[in-house]
């Protein structure tokens, strides 16, 4: 039967099937080659630029933030860096171990610690997932004794902001915090991202531009798995430009030092420049609590705290004026001629208008006092009738020459304008005009009046200078890394004040006066050899009490706030202050001396002490 | 007295020794090793081990090449249904002593290397049809139960293939025996019974496949229905694939030089995908070039199977062509995204030591099969 077959050339017989089977791989091939033509040279272009895509990635290199330093360059707030512990979940192994060992290090219960990597399990494979954030140095070291033989945990460094002197200064320094959704949105296109840590207050805020430096980006080749394989290109990201505060720290810290009180304000200016030398707000907080970020119970005692703590008290704090406002009140008075330095007027204690009883400080009166007699003694009863006679806009239009009621300017743009009574103010709002006893009140600097204690430094500033508002300034140069500057601040006379120069005298005399004469109710900030010359204040926080009791009887909260401004004229060295305390009593009493020590301070004096009676 | 199957035909086969068919897979070989290397690179030390190893397996394939063509294809005839047993008993013990590898379990370690019979079976199986469609009167089937029969022996070694789970090997081996059984022919009262129950059976499909497939095969079936279904997860092999394909345009992007191989984005690159290595780093032209040396392997093998002696030889021939030729088109359609992505590797040039033997034994089959056509 073999034989037989094989005799049978099978050439022939399946030479028809031969031919159709060969045609099947020549069609099925054809069909192939087809396909392949059309994803190679017809698509070829749009898979090329997917295996590009699919290889190239573009990593953000976060620029160094600048650091702000006092005028001596010591610094204020720098960048430290702050650990982060990641996995990276693709490259766990040994997830029980990892939980042992690190809820242990970390301070996590076991649950805890598996509910975070269950969690992170559910991240792209090779992303690193945080676990815990500023982990504090301790921790790094016990961490990096584990971790070696732990696959899949890494421990990153990223800078943060630390300010080494903490509170102080903390309200002109700021704080960063995490780029929030609003902010993002306005300004998405200068390239913030979510998570970019951004100045939220202060300086750091306000020189963010500067402070911030420029991003760079490397263009990285990755693997599938997301690893890192070259660089390409790269850009390198340029640090930000350093801030230059005219504030030296050893002056600041020893003014912040010496107010001693629960709430209140210092503000030390250079009068001929507008530089500004000191300036407290109290009471603070330390910026470290912000850094990288807070805490919601740290957030919640702050915001939740009656003081404020928050709060620039020296920008934003609004008080009446008080007797420091009878200096504006008093050169209206004799601009416009509607007094002169002579006349007396009566302090009989009080003064009696529309059946209402204005009182003076002093129980029993002045007596008669003339201009002189009425700054040096802060009659009350004389500058009530002055302010009666003048009218609440005359007294404005002097308010407003001295920049009272108005933003001084000062790079911090939180600054709050205070408030001067006109009577188109009041009609506006009230519907009403400035009644009789409202312009005996606005006077003497109370009633609706307004002030922030930088306009009352800048006020004083001007006296000092002979009559130019300047404007306040508290960067004196932004310094790029490499130490050019970038910005050099020049200082600017907002405008001059002409009054009358036998005026203008007569006032400084005055407060000159307030100082020196055995009268004067500032007698506290004397000291020998320094030409001091002050007002004092003592600004109601409440409307006038019928008895007078001593200041430990009152609820702190309803005692006075004490005010007190002074400038030196001394050259070459001048300067010029506000005290505000905050339920302090009165400002002879409490913020003179305060005002005292530091102009001592200034002038590398001793103290000489509360002058004896 | 027994006849010796080193006979006369030792000195005719070194005359009618088939150098081409030889050459080419030799060829094809060599190139699978040079992609191999160029897949391997990336993967560090596992990867060089794979190139050390294809080519321990080249040089044990032309071994067994030079020793099986100078024996008669003949012998298969005898010792076919041992093979077939031997196979059947390997199946069995791989599913419930083989290694794991990737979910399925496909292979026996024998110390030395690991063997994948299911490589194999396929290789068994176009012997014991060529036996069994060879050793009958000449025309076309007619009758079912002769259907049935050879559809048997092959339904057997698909069962186990398919439980391993191995879909890929489980497909081609059914489509060669169904090929070696449309060689023979079907008579037309068979074949409009076939397309009545094909028509009938698409419903009959689509719930058995909704119950019977494993959930990795349906989630492979509905990626590549639509790949952004799920392009990290199962559709990723697909897309990635293509991307590399589509990438390589006309002449490549050289040797070493793809990014989607050489960067890991193509999965399996080395074995399954090695085709879409060789699209991206060397374009249509070298595509055009292995496509070209595979087809012409099967035309050649097929024109051996045309001038076989018997009948058994041309089946013999022709179910070894099917088996390349069912391996390269469901690799490289897979490659590119014609079919779902079911593991075949190319033959020759895909790295794995079953692969690349069971592809050099066709060899020599196709030339012991050539060199015999006149001999006794």
Redesign the interface.
Known sequence: M?QL??NLV??D???S??MI??SI??I??AI??I???S???I??E???D???E??IRLLRLPPPRGAILDRNGKALAENRPSFTLSIVPGNIKGGREIIETYSDVLGFSPEKMRSVIEKSLLAPRFMSFPIKKNISLEEVSLIKAHSHDLKGVSLDARPYRHYPFCDLLCHIIGVTGEISGPELEKVGRVGYRPGDYVGKTGIEREYETYLRGEEGWEQI?????GRH?ASLTRKPAKSGADIVLTIDASFQKFVEDTFTERAGSVVVVDPDTGRVLAMVSKPGYDPNLFSPSISELNWKSLNSDPLHPLENRSIRGLYPPASTFKIVTALAGLSERVITPERNVFCSGEMELGGQVYRCWKQHGHGPVNLHRAIVESCDVYFYELGLKLGADRMAKYASLFGLGKPTGLELSQELPGLIPTNFWKERNYGTFVKDGENVTIGIGQGYTLTTPIQLAMMTAALDNGGNVMRPYLVEEIRSRDGSAIFRQTPVVRWKIKPDPNNWSLIRKAMRGVVEDKSGTGRKCRVPGLSVYAKTGTSQVISAREKIKSDDDIPYHERTHAMFVAFVDDQPKKMAVVVVIEHGGGGGKTAAPLARKIICRYYGLPDPGDPRE | MPKTYLDSGVLNSVRKFEWVLCLDGIILAVAGIVLIYSAAI?MGGVGRSFVIKQTAWLSLGIVLLILFSFIDYRILERWGLWIYLFILVALISVSIFGRVTAGSRRWIDLGLMRFQPSEFAKLTVVIVLAKSLGDRR?GPLTDWVEIFRNLGLVIVPVVFVATQPDLGTAIVLFLVAI?MMM?V?LAKRIWTTILGLTLVSFPLTYFGGKYLLLDYQKRRLMTFLNPDLDPLGAGYQII?S?????????LGKGFLKG??NQ???LPAKHTDFIFAVL?EEW??VG??TI?ALL?AF??RG??I???????F??MLS?GC?SII?WHV?IN??MV?G?VPVVGVPLSFVSYGGSSLLSSFLVTAILTSVSSRRFS?
């Open positions: 073999a077959r094989s099978p050439q017989y399946y030479k099937r031969v089977f060969s791989i020549w099925v091939m192939l080659l396909r392949l033509w994803l190679q040279l698509m070829g749009s898979f090329d997917m295996a590009i699919n290889r080749e990755i693997d599938a798995k394989l | 990336p000449r090929s060689f022919g990635q293509q991307i590399a394909v589509g990438s390589g345009g006309l990014t989607q960067l890991m984005f699209s374009g249509f595509c055009m496509l087809m099967m035309l097929l024109a199977a045309g001038r076989a002696r018997d009948d030889g041309t022709v062509i030729f088109a490289v359609a590119m014609v006794r």
